[in-house]
């Protein structure tokens, strides 16, 4: 079975600018999780959607949002980008949703805020 | 809320030795799970092993193993016969109910030849 694959891999976006991140879960799947890592702050929850809907929502503004779609393929929005968003933007996704299945996590996505 | 707390920013351990990893949660809740997660330079984030709090029995995965101790909330992590490819960061993470999972601020451990 494919990992979860997140795109592009690396990412250089001015402040101002808007950006959006791609995921796509392990074949079967249905719970895609997004959190932000940086190395003042680790790894910060943002929002994990179940079946296109959402399910959670860490404390970050409304310029991040997230969908998912039919295909439980997940994207990522930062829009009105700040030079603090620069981070390693992680997708995971599980089976039957956090807390119940363990999450597996892709390669992440490097975003850099110039 | 939950916290997660590692009080080691960095380790190191000689090949084939062995090493441990401290981790410390503040939670109210009874029933939840634990788990340690391993992120190497490639930046994926791998699981290396999972607690589950009902479990009187540690965990354990080939090399790796954990000392749960529910009444102390410290879950460490023991690598043995350590091997270079474990040079990695290190996550605690702990996860109950419908709250995210919450990950520690990270272990680097470096494995020396």
């Known amino acids: 079975k494919a990992g979860v694959t997140q795109t592009p891999r690396y990412l250089i976006k001015t402040r101002g600018q808007q950006v959006t991140l791609s995921c796509s879960p392990i074949?079967?799947?249905?719970?895609v999780s997004w959190y932000q890592q940086t190395p003042g702050q680790g790894l910060q929850f943002l929002f994990e959607y179940f079946s296109e809907t959402q399910r959670n929502k860490g404390n970050f503004p409304g310029r991040f949002s997230g969908r998912q779609f039919s295909n439980s393929r997940s994207e990522m929005n930062v829009s009105t980008l700040e030079l603090g968003d620069s981070a390693l933007y992680l997708c995971?996704?599980?089976?039957?949703?956090?807390?119940?299945?363990?999450?597996?996590f892709g390669n992440g996505t490097r975003l850099t805020v110039t | 809320a939950q916290t997660v707390t590692q009080s080691q920013p960095e380790m190191s351990v000689q090949e084939a030795e062995t090493v441990t990893l401290s981790c410390t949660y503040d939670t109210s809740e009874n029933n939840y799970y634990l788990f340690w997660y391993k992120q190497p330079p490639s930046r994926q984030m791998i699981l290396v092993i999972r607690q589950e709090a009902y479990k009187q029995q540690n965990a354990t995965e080939n090399r790796f193993s954990v000392n749960f101790q529910k009444a102390a909330k410290s879950f460490s992590l023991k690598i043995s016969d350590s091997q270079l490819g474990d040079t990695a960061m290190y996550f605690c993470?702990?996860?109950?109910?419908?709250?995210?999972?919450?990950f520690g601020k990270g272990t680097r451990l470096s494995v020396i030849a």
């Open positions: 993470a702990f996860i109950s109910g419908n709250t995210p999972l919450v």
């Open positions: 074949s079967g799947h249905r719970s």
């Open positions: 995971a996704s599980s089976d039957l949703g956090q807390g119940t299945s363990p999450l597996h």
